[in-house]
Each structure stands twice: as C-alpha cells, then as structure tokens.
Nanobody, 121 residues
Framework: QVQVVESGGGLVQTGGSLRLSCAAS????????MGWYRQAPGKQRELVAD???????NYADSVKGRFTISRDNAKNTEYLQMNSLKPEDTAVYYC???????????????WGQGTQVTVSS
C-alpha cells in the first residue's frame, strides 16, 4: 500500500506565494509521473501540473509562468511552488503519484487527501 500526503496549503493574499509538498511512502518499487490537480467549489477537478520521473513538466495554461513543479526522487517527494497567486487559484489541491509496487505489477495511481489553498483579494 502507498500513502501520499500533502502539506503546505493555507491562506495567502493576492500576489503572495505558497509551496506545496507531497510525499509518497509505503510499498513503492518505482515512482512514475507525479502531479497536482485542484478543485474549486462548484467546478470540476482540473490538472494543474505534472512531472515525469525524468523531470519533464506539463502545466495548465492558467498557471504557466507562475507555478513551478519539481521533485526529489531520493525522497519520493514532489513540490509545487506557487507564486503571484490569484483569487481564482483558490481550491483544494490534490497530489497524486503513479507507481508500481513490484517489478512486474500494474502501474497504479495513489491520491493525497487534499490541502486547501485560499487566496484573498
């Protein structure tokens, strides 16, 4: 079993910054793509950013130039640095990790419990 735990959410003013962390632990043979989704009240969950095991990144257009995703493979941890935050960034942010628990096992996706980010105007 794999656990994924986020941290770093909170309340910040417009223009401020926050850094989210997401650590995967447990029965991990190999980690693959990790990423972040967010869900605002009344809206569908949307992809914010993801990062492959070799460091290739992908961002939603709405966060390009403001958010930076990174990972530390030695720590099975990913980060989301969020700068120039806007009220429309307010949402619950969920991290995920794609992984195998054994060499020939299936690739599974595990989710964190979510962390609230609130940007006040």
């Amino acid at each position: 079993q794999v656990q994924v735990v986020e941290s770093g959410g909170g309340l910040v003013q417009t223009g401020g910054s926050l850094r989210l962390s997401c650590a995967a632990s447990g029965s991990i043979f190999r980690l693959y793509t990790m990423g972040w989704y967010r869900q605002a009240p009344g809206k569908q969950r949307e992809l914010v950013a993801d990062i492959s095991s070799d460091g290739s990144t992908n961002y939603a257009d709405s966060v390009k130039g403001r958010f930076t995703i990174s990972r530390d493979n030695a720590k099975n941890t990913e980060y989301l640095q969020m700068n120039s935050l806007k009220p429309e960034d307010t949402a619950v942010y969920y991290c995920y990790a794609n992984h195998r628990s054994s060499e020939y096992g299936p690739i599974l996706k595990s989710w964190g419990q979510g962390t609230q980010v609130t940007v006040s105007s």
